[in-house]
């Protein structure tokens, strides 16, 4: 679980960054490759900022995503019977070098 959470900060810190706006849950699927087991991100939310409306985080599958910059990344790793989820938060990179790059 470590390693996949790690695959993922890694990625969206690299340059040029894998940050994916409004990204869906396959978009950071295939930054890492248990060596056993299956490892699968089961939904991306983008942080509203508006803590009034459900928590200030919404999934990026409702219609009409907005995305600030901020994302939670549901990981789950599944060995056997068993399995773990994690959530992430990401937060894309504001460097001039980044095609695409909105800074607020």
């Not at 900060?9 to 890492?32: K, N, R, W």
């Not at 299956?38 to 508006?50: A, I, N």
């Amino acid at each position: 679980m470590r390693a996949f959470a790690e695959a993922v900060e890694s990625g969206v810190a690299a340059s040029p960054t894998g940050y994916t706006t409004c990204a869906h849950a396959d978009a950071y699927a295939g930054l890492y490759a248990p060596p056993s087991g299956s490892r699968t991100v089961t939904g991306v939310d983008v942080w509203t900022g508006d803590v009034s409306a459900g928590g200030g985080w919404r999934p990026t599958t409702d219609g009409g995503c907005t995305d600030t910059g901020v994302q939670r990344v549901h990981l789950t790793v599944q060995v056997g019977d068993a399995s773990e989820t994690l959530h992430v938060v990401i937060r894309r990179p504001c460097r001039p070098s980044d095609v695409n790059t909105q800074c607020a």
